[in-house]
């Protein structure tokens, strides 16, 4: 509908609202007024509080009244949905912006900036657009040139130009053309075969764990980086992205190497800068070859790839013909063997294979009318041309023979070709079906035209140069801001791609084994066939094209690589979780990685140094199969979890198929090279150390911390089943802290200390609370909860913090007591600050709620640790020189006075510190014999500690003692008058205001009524009542303080708190700690004062003291 309510005003003139009231706020259609003009705005009324109905007031009688009128004319500014914003809806600054929709969802007016309505949700979700990377940064350049910006062109790609084919494009490449028919040769058609299903079934459960990952929502670009570490989090997600970004750069000195390897060998072998003069050299000379060229083909690619990226993806479709075209000669060339094999003759000396550069006829003497004269071969293995010169025995006693290297399908040679034929470096490559004379001297043979093996071949070396063929099934979720529908194709396309490949390999695999002789497999560079590309002899209609299809294969190939690699390093580094590589984050204005193209490039170049393809092929592999692992590891956390986010499209993928994946990429790390497979792991963990220790925090609700979750609470089921053996006991504590009216901690050496007991180890809740009303108190609480974090950071303190809010402190700590932890985990023993300021407090309630606070942890069998002076304690940052941490074990409660000190010297503050322990002696106890079994007792504990018995001799009451209890209940018995006066006053002031309150009812009664009351107490008489109690109270008192006597308990108890304060203080004024069995409250709450008065005299004249009571079980034991 395009009906709306306008405000217009009644004369043509625009509405006055009240003072301090927007007039911009509402803006009424341009409709043109009858003098030409379009009026402007029409003014709102903000209300005087927030949540309260506005009314519009005018306050100039002659201002205009403005109207609703209804329009249908269709709405302007929108999709035709009416938009109420008038004087009658209450409109802040705050959500002036923010459309509200209609009188029908009023109810939920006031969540509309926190909860968006459903029809705007979809609107954004529809005009959604998943860009590629890099488009952000091309918006941007857009967006400076204004009216030139071009508008965003939808992803139109399908599954088929967008997955399939780049997926076939990267699988297909450099190893398959130059090294298939080799591995072939050399594992033989069966376990060349394994390696194929092996490797192709890795990828294949891969891509099934990759297409449950990328239906589980829309992926970005950044493919496989984006899906790991969104799945796995930012520690995993950065140490796999690094390793894929590693094997992506050196999968581009890979294609680098096939290219020049092609190159030098088989199309321009005379370009050849090192010349070998000696057989022996070949090797070295190719790849001294290898590294300057490569070198050089390195640095043309990164310019085209600095240069123009657009010409590199226009150039796909061509590279990607040349694949295509070169697998179709191949099938080609094998169909036309079975009717017509090609022309490639293999000479062999005996059975061994012979180099076919040097020579044309493949004989050692030929007639030439009618005379006998020798070849170039004769010329090879002898000292000279002539028939009598001095030859090599072998060459002499064996014959030369020809055969045919492709003898086609029907030949029969699959079944030769069945079997494997690993050899050391320097093996000749020879045949069984021919015979051989051993010939005398071999030391020469190096020297000679033999084809041999250029390394040491085995099956697990062979897995790791096979593996990169099957790498690129990452393409396709690489491309996914450029799919239509992602979800759909990049599962479908991916697997159809990994199938069509698979396809290919194994029945390369069986078809160059039935096709070709077993020496011309095993021949790696072609020498038997005049340095023709092996896989080049069976194609149709030239070897040629194969040759040129796999060289602009690779350059293709190394293109991608070089162009993807520094794109994921990008968005690596723009995810700051690397703090390292954020430099590698900047590009060019329209977003191209600069930086990381150069980095891209150096790291290649590393590969090109080493310059073989064969050693540069098991890298590559590990950084790919620690990716995989990680992507199969993602699928099934997630899928085990059962995590509500996980619902992926795709449906056909099991955790047991996953794990198969995983087990399957592990294994294959270690068979390809099991050393390449430790550094790659060590890369990682490096790697992932270091975002853990440095990287910037990151939450994407990962799998690894919903698996964290999962074991946390299997491990909090598990504590719970029983309480903590006593070798396993160890103070989990509760730190009670107070923070200042501004939220601020304001004993941070709490939790000095607390670090200092703990070193990391155990439960840590730092509780605190605030007074007051949830809803009233929650910004505060926010705030305390954020500096006691920020202050727990600072004393690096591990633990957790919990801010309670409470309409009373008292049931806020008794609260906190009872319910802080979780199941098993739960805090043992409470530590707090001493009260220091409770004698000047005006409030009883500071020290009421001490004492309290020790009732209830004694009640609820919890240990308790009082820190007075806790603001003398030391930092993390101090190092306590020589002294003593002193133990005071006057009554046994758990052995927690012991244990203290032992966790204390655990760490560096306290470690030069000694432990003493100190107990009392009665009168009637043995000194000496206790002295030995604490001793005794000590060694069994196997704490180190100096042991003294100190003697307490039953001493007269002094009358120091009674004067100190005197003025102790004399002071608490004016206290209590004082409190009880207020108390009294209170009372009395809301007396008057009740009766001032009674007195108007009346009088407004007897106004309206026939009868009228009369006040028989009046103000003066109640004030003369009162100031003549007061007195007389006050003259009672006065006499009760002057006559009373102290209570004998209480002298008792101040002989006690007086005597054994001597004797600490004799003994431990100069210690750095002193612990301190901790009295227990009276249990006639009468005398809580005392109580508190009884522990200062305890605690006089002594620095760092911990008042230690234990919670009623043993915590520390003589037995292993």
């Known amino acids: 509908m395009g009906e709306r309510f306008v405000v217009v005003p009644v004369d043509g003139r625009v509405g006055v609202a009240g003072e301090g009231e927007h007039s911009d706020a509402v803006v009424a259609d341009p409709a043109p007024d009858p003098g030409g003009s379009s009026s402007s705005s029409a003014g709102t009324v903000e209300g005087k509080e927030a949540g309260e109905d506005s009314v519009f007031e005018l306050q100039d009688p002659n201002a205009v009244v403005p109207i609703l009128e209804y329009n249908r004319e269709p709405n302007k500014y929108g999709d035709g949905v009416p938009k109420e914003n008038s004087p009658f809806i209450n409109n802040t600054d705050n959500d002036k912006g923010n459309s509200y929709d209609g009188t029908n969802m009023a ?118 980086y984006y899906m790991i570490s969104r799945s796995l989090g930012p520690e995993f997600g950065g140490a796999v992205g690094l390793c894929f970004y590693l094997g992506t750069t050196f999968a581009g000195s890979m294609y680098i190497l096939g290219t020049i390897e092609i190159l030098l060998t088989y199309i321009v072998p005379k370009a050849a800068i090192f010349v070998a003069t000696k057989k022996e050299d070949e090797v070295d000379a190719l790849l001294n070859n290898m590294r300057v060229y490569g070198t050089c083909c390195l640095v043309l690619m990164s310019l085209v790839v600095f240069v123009g990226v657009k010409y590199v993806n226009k150039l796909a479709l061509v590279f990607l013909a040349c694949v295509i075209l070169s697998i179709l000669a191949i099938y080609a060339g094998v169909i036309k063997t079975i009717f017509e094999p090609p022309d490639f003759p293999v000479c062999m000396l005996g059975n061994r294979t012979l180099q076919n550069h040097n020579f044309d006829s493949c004989l050692k003497t030929e007639i030439i009318d009618n005379v006998t004269v020798t070849t170039k071969l004769w010329e090879l293995f002898c000292n000279g041309p002539d028939l009598n010169a001095t030859c090599n025995d072998y060459f002499t006693n064996n014959n030369v023979t020809l055969i045919q290297g492709i003898p086609g399908l029907k030949s029969g040679v699959i079944t030769d070709n069945m079997w494997s034929d690993y050899g050391p470096l320097g093996m000749k490559v020879e045949t069984k079906d021919l015979e051989s004379i051993s010939g005398g001297d071999t030391s020469r043979d190096i020297y000679m035209p033999y084809v041999v093996n250029d390394i040491t071949s085995f099956f697990t070396l062979l897995v790791g140069i096979y593996f990169p063929s099957v790498t690129g099934i990452m393409a396709g979720s690489n491309r996914s801001g450029d799919l239509r529908d ?163 499209r795709f449906k056909y993928y099991h955790w047991a198929l996953s794990f198969l994946g995983m087990s399957l990429c592990l294994a294959l790390m270690f068979i390809s090279s099991w050393y390449y497979a430790i550094v790659a792991m060590v890369i990682a963990g490096c790697i992932y150390k270091y975002i853990e220790y440095r990287g910037a925090e990151k939450e994407w609700g990962d799998g690894i911390r919903g698996l964290s979750l999962n074991a946390a609470r299997y491990a909090l089921i598990r504590l719970e089943e029983a309480p903590p053996h006593t070798k396993n006991w160890r103070p989990q504590l509760l730190v009670l802290l107070n923070v200042d009216s501004d939220q601020g901690v304001k004993h941070p050496r709490l939790l000095s200390f607390t670090t200092q007991l703990k070193a990391g180890k155990g439960l840590t809740i730092v509780g605190n609370v605030l007074e007051g009303t949830y809803l009233t108190k929650d910004a505060e609480a926010k705030k305390a909860e954020q500096n006691i974090k920020s202050a727990m950071s600072a004393e690096r303190t591990k633990g957790f913090c919990h801010v309670v809010v409470s309409s009373n402190l008292r049931d806020g700590f008794s609260h906190l007591i009872q319910s802080a932890g979780l199941g098993g985990m739960k805090h043992n023993s409470v530590l707090m600050a001493w009260p220091g300021t409770w004698r000047q407090s005006n ?77 009392v002696a009665q009168m009637d106890d043995n000194s000496i014999q206790m002295k030995k079994d604490l001793q005794m007792f000590l060694y069994h504990l196997r704490l180190d500690a100096e042991v003294e018995v100190v003697e307490m001799h039953d001493n007269d009451i002094s009358a120091f003692t009674y004067e100190k209890t005197l003025v102790m209940e004399q002071r608490s018995q004016m206290l209590k008058q004082m409190q009880l006066s207020r108390t009294e006053r209170e009372r009395e002031a809301q007396l008057i205001h009740d009766r001032n309150t009674a007195s108007h009812a009346i009088n407004d009664k007897a106004e309206t009524g026939p009868d009228r009351v009369h006040m028989t107490w009046t103000k003066e008489k109640l004030f003369m009542e009162r100031n003549r109690n007061r007195e007389c109270n006050a003259n009672v008192a006065a006499r009760d303080l002057f006559n009373m006597k102290p209570n004998q308990s209480n002298v008792r108890r101040m002989h006690t708190a007086i005597k054994l304060n001597e004797v600490v203080v004799n003994k431990s004024q100069g210690a750095h700690l002193v612990l301190l069995n901790m009295p227990g409250p009276p249990k006639n709450r009468g005398g809580d004062e005392n109580y508190m008065e009884f522990l200062e005299v305890l605690l006089e004249g002594l620095n760092r003291v911990l008042l230690v009571r234990g919670g009623g079980r043993e915590v520390i034991t003589i037995y292993s």
């Open 843 to 919: 409030d009883p309630q500071s020290w009421k709620n001490f004492i309290e606070t020790v009732r209830e942890t004694t009640a609820a069998h919890q240990a308790l640790l009082v820190a007075k002076n806790v603001d003398s304690f030391p930092t993390n940052q101090d190092r306590l020189g020589e002294g003593t941490i002193d133990v005071w074990w006057v009554v046994h409660d758990g052995g927690l006075l012991m244990l203290l000190p032992f966790l204390l010297r655990q760490h560096k503050v306290w470690r030069k510190c000694k432990m003493r322990i100190f107990t």
């Open 486 to 648: 992602a979800q759909k194709s990049i599962p479908i396309g991916t697997i159809l791609a990994i199938a069509t490949t698979s396809f290919i390999y194994v029945t390369c695999v069986v078809l160059f084994g039935a096709s070709i002789e077993g020496v011309l497999l095993r021949d790696k560079f072609g020498d038997s066939v005049k340095g023709n590309l092996v896989i080049g002899t069976l194609s149709w209609p030239s070897p040629w094209v194969i040759v040129i299809g796999s060289f602009f294969s690779c350059c293709g190939a190394g293109l991608q690589s070089l162009t993807g690699a520094p794109r994921l390093l990008q968005a690596i580094a723009r995810d700051g979780i690397v703090p390292f590589l954020q430099v590698f984050g900047h590009g060019k204005a329209n977003g191209e990685p600069t930086w990381a193209l150069l980095l891209t490039g150096g790291i290649c170049e590393i590969g090109i140094l080493i310059a073989s393809l064969d050693a540069v092929a098991p890298i590559l592999s590990m950084f790919f199969l620690m990716c995989y692992l990680f992507v199969n590891l993602a699928c099934a956390v997630q899928t085990l979890l059962r995590t509500p986010n996980w619902r992926p």
């Open 107 to 224: 109810l939920f007016e006031e969540e509309m900036d926190s909860n968006p309505m459903v029809s705007s949700l979809l609107n954004k979700l529809a005009n959604y657009t998943n860009l590629t990377q890099g488009a952000q940064e091309h918006e941007e350049a857009d967006d400076d040139e204004g009216p030139k910006k071009k508008a965003v062109k939808s992803p139109q790609m399908g599954t088929f130009m967008g997955v399939y084919l780049p997926c076939l494009q990267n699988i297909l490449g450099v190893i398959l053309f130059l090294r298939l028919t080799w591995i072939v040769g050399t594992a033989g058609i069966l376990e060349s075969l394994a390696i194929v299903v092996l490797c192709c079934s890795c990828t294949m459960l891969t891509a099934i764990s990759m297409s449950a990952i990328a239906t589980n929502g829309v992926v970005p670009a950044g493919g496989s």
